[in-house]
């Protein structure tokens, strides 16, 4: 059973910040929040992951608010490499994934 | 290489026929999980190692899906009388984290892509 809930698809330009926000309305008190993203014909790559609050590095920012009910998982000035399909999990022993949410940047 | 490192990368099978794919996870990572993925669909879990054990293997579909990690380092993943169904991505990935695995990044190969004809 999926433990998340995110967007099929989203569309933005180049140039843009994107933001995608993820619910995990059953959050566990020990559960992180991590963001994969996966390129055609490529295995899922790990993007950042978080617990509460901010966190931020060289790609990416993820907010969590305080009831840890949602993240929203935030790329700043995307380009067309962008373009992926971006993966929310939250902290299981077996990490379980999801559909993911496909991102197409339009030039 | 420093990578996961997944063979073969692309396997085509009768239907029927027995495969065996091979996974070379991090050296010195000690977690490893094998993953299904259909066309358009996420990877679903299949099973999951620590060192030589295996912990869970509530994911494989079937009996006719085998899995082992006989040293603690490489992994394969059988497959036996190969069915139409089966056909897909099949991704390993390994951690270095012990125990609580959420808390570590899965570092992944870039699968092998099987088609049962």
């Known amino acids: 059973l999926a433990k998340t809930t995110q967007p099929i698809s989203m569309d933005s330009y180049e140039g843009q910040e994107v933001n995608i926000t993820c619910s995990h309305n059953?959050?566990?008190?020990?559960?992180?929040i991590t963001w994969y993203q996966q390129f055609p014909s490529q295995g899922p790559r790990f993007i950042i992951q978080?617990?509460?609050t901010k966190v931020t590095n060289e790609v990416a920012s993820l907010f969590i608010p305080a009831d840890r009910k949602s993240s929203t998982l935030s790329l700043p000035r995307v380009s067309l490499s962008d373009t992926a399909v971006y993966y929310c999990?939250?902290?299981?022993?077996?990490?379980?994934f999801g559909k993911g949410t496909r991102l197409h940047i339009l030039p | 290489g420093a990578g996961v490192s997944q063979s073969p990368r692309y396997k085509v099978a009768k239907r029927g026929q027995d495969v065996a794919l091979r996974c070379d996870p991090i050296?010195?990572?000690?977690?490893l999980f094998w993953y299904q993925q259909a066309l358009g669909q996420g990877p679903e879990f299949l099973t999951y190692?620590?060192?030589?054990?295996?912990?869970?293997k509530s994911g494989l579909p079937s009996d006719r899906f085998f899995a082992e990690r006989p040293e603690g380092s490489v992994s394969t993943l059988k497959i036996q009388r190969t069915q139409q169904e089966d056909s897909a991505v099949y991704l390993c990935?390994?951690?270095?984290?012990?125990?609580?695995?959420?808390?570590?990044?899965?570092?992944f190969g870039e699968g092998s892509r099987l088609t049962v004809l």
């Open positions: 190692f620590q060192n030589e054990a295996q912990l869970d």
């Open positions: 978080g617990y509460k």
């Open positions: 059953n959050i566990a008190t020990n559960d992180y």
């Open positions: 990935a390994s951690s270095l984290v012990y125990g609580r695995v959420y808390t570590g990044e899965l570092f």
């Open positions: 050296s010195g990572h000690v977690s």
């Open positions: 999990l939250v902290g299981d022993d077996k990490i379980i």
